[in-house]
């Protein structure tokens, strides 16, 4: 895959588990190579991204906002190191590598990287919630 690396296990039960097909190829498409334009393919129309630190950007359109204004400051993917579900969770342990492309980032000179926690609920086959543990 580019960009997005994932376990045998993981790579395994995607095959069994579509939801866990869409939060891979989410994260693959979507955060790694940039496709904003896909973000309906895989979230759900009334998506709720409570890693937004306002209400107001906790939305589709507040996503790409982030996504867009990410994008100018820094160079980033996300790897996936584990993954798991539970009942419509998906839970992805991350490594997220980041090097900054502005001034403006709070990024210190080469990559940094950061481990966290990803988890999407699911509904109707599509990403209906986020949260984010960096």
Do not use: P
């Given at each position: 895959m580019n960009n997005t690396t994932t376990s045998k296990a993981d790579?395994?039960?995607s095959l069994t588990n579509p939801d866990v097909d869409l939060v891979v190829k989410y994260l693959n498409r979507v955060w790694n190579q940039k496709r904003f334009a896909e973000l309906s393919v895989y979230l759900d129309d009334d998506y709720v991204d409570h890693s937004m630190p306002h209400r107001?950007?906790?939305n589709?359109?507040?996503l790409?906002?982030?996504l867009r204004e990410l994008d100018r400051m820094v160079a980033h993917t996300?790897?996936?190191?584990?993954?798991?579900?539970l009942g419509e969770l998906v839970?992805?342990?991350?490594?997220i590598s980041v090097s900054a492309l502005s001034t403006m980032a709070k990024v210190s000179g080469g990559t940094e990287v950061f481990y966290g926690y990803r988890t999407f609920r699911m509904f109707n086959s599509k990403i209906a919630e986020h949260w984010e543990i960096i």
């Open positions: 790579h395994a039960e107001s950007f906790q589709k359109e507040g790409l906002l982030y996300t790897e996936i190191v584990g993954l798991t579900t839970i992805c342990c991350i490594r």
